[in-house]
């Protein structure tokens, strides 16, 4: 019997899967969450197995999760009778007693990596800065200048208001705006044309409202609305015919920080803008892929001169080897041509000294005779 102090590594099999689900269905430990120490030790005096309450609901709620999986499956399918085992039938009360109690099979969450939570939190706060951006960009091209009107001066006709500006590029020359205001009908002193002259910055959308001087008349205002507000003394000139007086007066006028090109060249110029960062990435990619196609090259040479080599080492082991081998056959063939001469010689010995022996007794027998 397993213990938790065990090392061994315990599986679940079908048969365990079977005893499970039996002690689930019997005491409803999903109901009452103490019977889980009764399923845990039924469970082992069963098989013999010891698992912990942990793994045990989070193999019960696999199980069910797979089961449900399958079963969505068997369904889409038409005009084929699927046969329920045992085990199927125990995961159906189990997903009824789940669905009873409202107990929902939780899937184990993985761990993300640090590296992973960076990565995330930094597409978010991109995410976040080009959504805020994009939406500043479209309050500023969207932002309207209107035009504002005393409701106690009634004119014959509307006020005509007619912008003279430079080139949108050219910036640095002065502006001038010419507004013809007709007669009233309150008899105001009527105004045929006010010229109003700028020398500083003045952007090319421009809605000015202008009053003909007068003491029937609220004030006369001339009001600009930017995005971001700044007060900027200008210089405003006035003509008025029935007076032939030139009127100066100060006026601070809030203007943009920053003149408001036309819509077309803004365009354009974030389409070049994205237009180069993008040729910018595609060489900088493509660079870093020649650096790398640079590397592998030169990686494959290595590998190339170093199975060069160990072909020359195996080539020069070989002729060492052949010499070795040479050398001591010509060693042995020395020592067998010597033995040879020596038996030759010892054989030549012996027939001189056979022969001396036969001289000897041929010399014998004739002395004795």
């Avoid at 789940?98 to 929902?104: I, K």
């Avoid at 170093?306 to 081998?325: P, S, T």
């Avoid at 010509?330 to 030759?344: K, P, Y």
Wanted: hydrophobic share 35%; glycine share 2%.
């Amino acid at each position: 019997m397993n213990t938790p102090e065990s090392s061994k590594r315990v599986r679940f099999t079908y048969e365990d899967d079977l005893c499970l689900l039996k002690e689930v269905a019997g005491h409803n430990p999903l109901a009452y969450p103490d019977n889980w120490n009764l399923v845990q030790e039924n469970l082992q005096n069963i098989t013999g197995k010891y698992f912990i309450i942990r793994t045990l609901k989070d193999h019960v709620f696999l199980m069910l999760n797979l089961w449900k999986k399958k079963n969505a499956v068997d369904q889409k399918r038409s005009g084929v009778e699927e046969v329920y085992s045992e085990k199927d039938k125990l995961l159906q009360e189990v997903a009824d007693m789940c669905a009873e109690l409202n107990v929902q099979p939780s899937p184990k969450r993985r761990k993300v990596s640090k590296e992973k939570q960076i990565i995330e939190l930094g597409r978010k706060m991109r995410e976040d800065h080009t959504t805020q951006w994009v939406h500043k960009e479209n309050t500023e091209e969207n932002g309207s200048i209107n035009l504002v009107q005393d409701q106690d001066l009634t004119y014959d006709v509307e006020p005509m208001i007619e912008l003279m500006v430079g080139d949108a590029v050219t910036k640095e020359v002065p502006r001038q705006i010419l507004a013809e205001v007709p007669s009233c009908s309150n008899k105001v002193p009527a105004t045929k044309k006010i010229v109003i002259v700028t020398k500083e910055k003045v952007p090319r959308q421009l809605i000015a409202e202008v009053v003909p001087p007068s003491s029937h008349t609220v004030q006369a205002a001339k009001r600009i609305m930017p995005v971001n507000k700044e007060e900027v003394p200008r210089q405003i000139i006035a003509e008025v015919p029935s007076g032939s007086k030139t009127i100066e007066a100060t006026n601070k006028i809030t203007t943009p920080a920053r003149s408001r090109q036309n819509r077309s060249v803004l365009i354009r110029k974030n389409g070049m803008d994205y237009l180069k960062n993008k040729h910018d990435k595609q060489y900088n990619l493509r660079e870093r892929e020649l650096a790398l196609e640079e590397k592998k090259v030169e990686l494959e040479d290595k590998r190339l001169q170093l199975e060069q080599r160990k072909i020359q080492l195996q080539e020069n082991k070989w002729e060492n080897e052949f010499n070795e081998r040479k050398l001591k056959m010509e060693l042995e063939l020395q020592h067998i041509r010597t033995q040879v001469s020596q038996s030759n010689n010892s054989i030549a010995l012996i027939e001189s000294q056979a022969m001396v022996i036969e001289t000897l007794l041929k010399r014998l027998e004739r002395y004795e005779n």
